[in-house]
Each structure stands twice: as structure tokens, then as C-alpha cells.
């Protein structure tokens, strides 16, 4: 191997940041304090053990026996349980990582006003007789297009951007651990929320969720906040020395974003209590993340004695802080589902497939055409919601809702692949960390109850309230995907 194409490698560090990055959310704890208190810590315990950690076992071992494949998850599936029944499953998976690029291209600007401002004031956003939104979607074609500009470059320039999301987001981990801990000491050992009994850490504070419909719904939550690790799993080709350094990174990834996740918000009872900070009308899902390190800056300052005044505003600060932070990680997500996916979906599926240019690859190791094509196709909707006002914004909200479930289907595919990859021996496997493999098709079983339950309860959730509309819509997504990716793939047998 020539020096050039070593230093391209990626090592074991930035392969765990970028996995990191794809996966942890840092204001899924915050959103799940909100919603379950110490109550979310049991459920993403019983999502880390019956989910997540098998699955980045079955990632790795599928990584490491097939390191020499480009093509991802598809190769994977393609391998274990058939070429149609791979392509569905990853044409699905890309589609719905097309409306989070959509997504995203919108509410990126909410943490860098908080950066910038303190406060979200994207609403408030206008220039030259534009509105707020058509200014935001405006600036969402130049990010996706910058974005494309910076990543046909080739992997080295995004892994450079996701390097600097995944520390931001480590640096704002353990600024909320010092803060917490601080805290504590300065008030004798006193929580904020109490912990009365061990049924503290199983009844939700928030009135919404003490039904036992509403508490299962929480397990889809904590499923959902676990996505992304497959993501990753495109790069085995690109990774040094790929049979150890793969299955470590994802193991050591998987490992610390589990803790990472019960750790933080048992951390957050330390210096918020429910119904003071969060039960006001004017907290929700989306500003919870700034809420709660508000308040962690505000608490801290109040237990250090200083005035309210500057107790205020360090609080102000360290939700700048927030925004910032939150703004790199999005950043460095956004460049590398970008393009990880993408790579998948093109490199791994047969070139017949697609049309001739879309299959090519540059001399950066790139799909540069198939990379435009998707900046093209991602700025025209941005702009199709922002222009297009509110029937737009309506076929947006319905697109999301039918991708929900399409989202968290491949990892039934996969989970049911992995199943077959176990029990076929012709598969060479020189990494496997389940020995036993009537164990392991148990585990790739459990694996596809768990997630099949969380789709199944998602869709009948909103139905069960009345909301027939969006239960019709969730399951009109993925058998939208599913015709599109036969029909894909009938066009390319003729061929």
C-alpha cells in the first residue's frame, strides 16, 4: 500500500467520531427527560441490550466478512438472502436518509441562531420581501450545495468535518457531567428531580406519559434514538487494517453512546426539577436541548452564590455554547450521511441497475454524478417547501411520517439477513463476537421481534388516538419505497 493511500485510511479514532457522530444525539437526553424523566433511563437499558448492542454485533461481524465489499448493507443482504430482496431493504433505508438531508437543510439554522443569539430567532428571519421560511429555504440550497462542493473532494474532507462535529458533541457531554457534578457537591447531594423509591426511575413526571400505551410508545423513542450505526458500516473498505480496527470501533462506539445516553439523563435530575423547569407551555421537543443547559448555567451559578443577573447569563452562555455544539455535530452528520448511504446505494448494487454516469466513480473515490443528482434533487424539494407555502409544508409533514417507519425497516431486513449470513458456511466470518450459532440466529431472531414490535406500535399509536390520517400514511410509506425499488429493479433485469 503507497503512503497516499494509507494516510486515506480512516483509523480506529476518527471511525469511532464518525460513528458517534451518525448515531448520538445529544438532545435525545434532554427530549427524554422532558418526556420520562429518570423513567427513559430503564427504557434505553432494554433498547441498549435488546437492540442496540446485538446490532453492532451484527454489524461488525457482517463488516468484517465482507471488508472487501463496497457496496454496504446492500452487498451484505445481497450475500445472505438475495439481490431483490437487499435492493428493497437499502433502497428504502437511502430514501428515507433523502427527507432527514430535507429535514435538516431547515432546522440546522435553529442551534446556530442560538450560537449567535442566544436565543432562536429564526422566525424572525426576513431580507428583500422574503419571509422567514423561503430565507431558510434559500439557505438550505446553498448548505446542501456547499456540502456537495466540500465532500466531491473525497473522504478526507469529511472526516475531517465529522472529527470536529463528533468532539463538539464530546465537549458538550462533558461540560453537562462537570456541571452536574459541580452541582451536586455545591447542594449537599441534593437532585433537583428527587428520587423518592426505585419507582422514580419507572413513573414519568410528565402527565402524558402514565399510560401504559404512552410508556410503551417511549420504547420506539429510545429505538429510534439508537439509528444510524449502519450508516457507517459503507466505510469497512476504507478503514485500516478493517478485520480488527471495523468491529472495534463499532463495538467501543456502540458501548459508549449506550452508558452515554442513561448516564446523561440521570445527570439532568442533578440540576432540573420537571415541574419548575419543564412543564411550562412554552418548552417542547425542539428547544428542550437549550432549556435544560439554560437552566444547567442558571443552577450552577445560584449554587455558586452569585446574583441572578449573572447567574442569567451564564446560563445564556452555555446554551450559545448548546447551539454551537449542536450545529458542528449536525454538520458533521449532515457530510457523512451525505454521503454513506449514497456510496451504498450506488457502489453496492449492480451498475445495470442505473443509468451508465450514475454508476461512475472519480478518481477521490467518489460517486461525483450520483452526488449531484442528489444535491439537485434535495435542494429543488427544499425549496418546493419553502416557496411552495402551506400545502407544501403539509406534503412535508406527510413525507416525514411515511418515512418514519421506512427508516427503521432495513434493520428488519438486516436483522432477518443476518439470520442467513449465520447459517451459511460458505460465508467465510473471521470475526465473529456471537461463537455459538444457534445463539446467534436467537439473537438476529430477537433483534427482529424488537424492532417489528416498534414499527407495528408506531403505526397503530396514532390510530389508537383518533389520528387515522397518519397511521394511513406510515404504512403508505415504505409500500410507496417498496414498488419504486421493484420497479427500479424490473427496469434493470430488461436491461
Known amino acids: 500500500m503507497s503512503k497516499k493511500e494509507k494516510e486515506k485510511k480512516l483509523t480506529l479514532i476518527t471511525l469511532i467520531l464518525m460513528i458517534f457522530t451518525s448515531v448520538f444525539g445529544f438532545a435525545n437526553m434532554p ?29 461488525s461481524e457482517y463488516g468484517s466478512a465482507f471488508k472487501e465489499e463496497k457496496g454496504g448493507i446492500y452487498s451484505w443482504m445481497e450475500k445472505s438472502a438475495g439481490s431483490k430482496f437487499a435492493f428493497i431493504g437499502v433502497f428504502m433505508w437511502y430514501a428515507s436518509y433523502i427527507v432527514w438531508m430535507i429535514n435538516i437543510c431547515s432546522t440546522i439554522w435553529i442551534p446556530l441562531s442560538n450560537t449567535i443569539f442566544g436565543v432562536d430567532t429564526t422566525s424572525k428571519w426576513g431580507m428583500l420581501g422574503l419571509n422567514s421560511t423561503q430565507v431558510i429555504g434559500i439557505l438550505g440550497v446553498i448548505w446542501v450545495m456547499t456540502t456537495f462542493l466540500i ?183 449532515f457530510f457523512t450521511l451525505s454521503y454513506a448511504p449514497l456510496k451504498q446505494l450506488v457502489e453496492g448494487t449492480p451498475a445495470k441497475l442505473w443509468p451508465e454516469k450514475m454508476a461512475e466513480i472519480d478518481k477521490n473515490d467518489m460517486p461525483i454524478n450520483a452526488m ?7 435542494a429543488v424539494m427544499v425549496l418546493f417547501i419553502s416557496m411552495g407555502g402551506k400545502s407544501a409544508k403539509a406534503f412535508f409533514e406527510m413525507l416525514v411520517l411515511m418515512t418514519n417507519v421506512a427508516m427503521t425497516l432495513p434493520y428488519l431486513f438486516l436483522s432477518v439477513a443476518y439470520i442467513s449470513f449465520r447459517k451459511k458456511d460458505s460465508i467465510e466470518k473471521p470475526f465473529l463476537v456471537l461463537k455459538n450459532k444457534t445463539f446467534a440466529v436467537y ?53
Open 372 to 378: 449531484a443528482v442528489q444535491t439537485a434533487v434535495v
Open 151 to 333: 465532500s466531491k473532494k473525497g473522504i478526507n474532507r469529511i472526516t475531517k468535518i465529522t472529527s470536529i462535529g463528533g468532539m463538539a458533541v464530546a465537549l458538550l457531554n462533558i461540560g453537562l457531567i462537570m456541571g452536574a457534578i459541580i452541582v451536586l457537591i455545591l447542594n449537599n447531594g441534593q437532585f433537583k428531580q428527587p428520587i423518592t423509591s426505585a419507582i422514580s426511575f419507572v413513573n414519568s413526571p410528565n402527565p402524558s406519559y402514565h399510560s401504559a400505551i404512552s410508556m410503551l410508545s417511549f420504547l420506539v423513542f429510545a429505538l429510534f434514538a439508537y439509528g444510524g450505526i449502519e450508516a457507517a458500516s459503507g466505510l469497512v473498505d476504507q478503514t485500516e487494517n478493517p478485520e480488527k480496527t471495523f468491529p472495534r470501533g463499532i463495538l467501543i462506539a456502540a458501548a459508549i453512546i449506550s452508558v452515554g445516553y442513561s448516564l446523561g439523563i440521570f445527570l439532568i435530575g442533578i440540576f432540573t426539577n420537571w415541574t419548575a423547569t419543564l412543564s411550562g407551555e412554552n418548552v417542547n421537543m425542539a428547544n428542550v436541548a437549550y432549556v435544560v443547559m439554560n437552566n444547567l448555567g442558571f443552577t450552577l451559578g445560584n449554587s455558586l452564590g452569585l446574583t441572578n443577573t449573572l447567574s442569567i447569563q451564564i446560563g445564556n452562555w452555555i446554551a450559545r455554547f448548546v447551539g454551537l455544539s449542536m450545529f458542528l455535530a449536525l454538520t458533521g452528520a
Open 31 to 59: 427530549r427524554s427527560f422532558y418526556l420520562m424523566g429518570y423513567g427513559a433511563i430503564p427504557w434505553f437499558i432494554l433498547g441498549g441490550i435488546t437492540f442496540f448492542v446485538p446490532f453492532a454485533f451484527m454489524m
Open 443 to 495: 439473537i438476529g431472531i430477537l433483534v427482529t421481534i424488537v424492532v417489528g414490535f416498534a414499527n407495528f406500535f408506531t403505526i397503530i399509536e396514532p390510530a389508537i388516538n383518533g389520528n387515522y390520517k397518519s397511521t394511513i400514511a406510515m404504512i403508505a410509506g415504505p409500500l410507496i419505497f417498496i414498488i419504486i425499488a421493484l420497479r427500479i429493479y424490473a427496469n434493470g433485469e430488461k436491461k
